[in-house]
């Protein structure tokens, strides 16, 4: 007779978990919607920003783990580059 009222009592304990897990789960539903919502607008911000900041291939340097813009110089030949170089040098020396 104890062990019918105890294998009823872990049955009804155990009845009670599960139905404490789908009251849990109706109830927080209408939050898990919002928040697979929230993710997928996440996503697609993401790509967008991706879009806006991407670089053209040919005007692009890759690093260590991103994409940096290539430099523009001021000096468009090696040679004027030369040339300002070595003025101060020689006024230096």
């Known amino acids: 007779m104890l062990a019918i009222l105890a294998s ?13 897990i789908v009251v849990t789960v109706l109830a927080q539903s209408a939050a898990m919607r919002q928040v ?4 997928r607008l996440i996503a697609r911000d993401r790509e967008f920003l991706v879009r806006l900041t ?7 340097r890759v690093t260590v783990g991103h994409i ?3 430099p523009r110089y001021a000096i468009s030949r090696w040679s004027d580059a030369e040339v ?10």
Do not use: F, H, Q, T
């Not at 009592?9 to 139905?19: H, L, R």
């Not at 991407?54 to 692009?60: D, F, K, L, R, S």
């Not at 300002?84 to 020396?93: I, T």
């Open 84 to 93: 300002l170089l070595s003025e101060p040098l020689r006024e230096a020396a």
């Open 8 to 20: 009823l009592v872990i049955a009804a304990s155990g009845a009670a978990a599960i139905g404490s």
């Open 68 to 70: 940096c813009p290539a």
């Open 54 to 60: 991407e670089v053209p291939a040919g005007n692009a």
């Open 36 to 39: 697979i919502a929230d993710a």
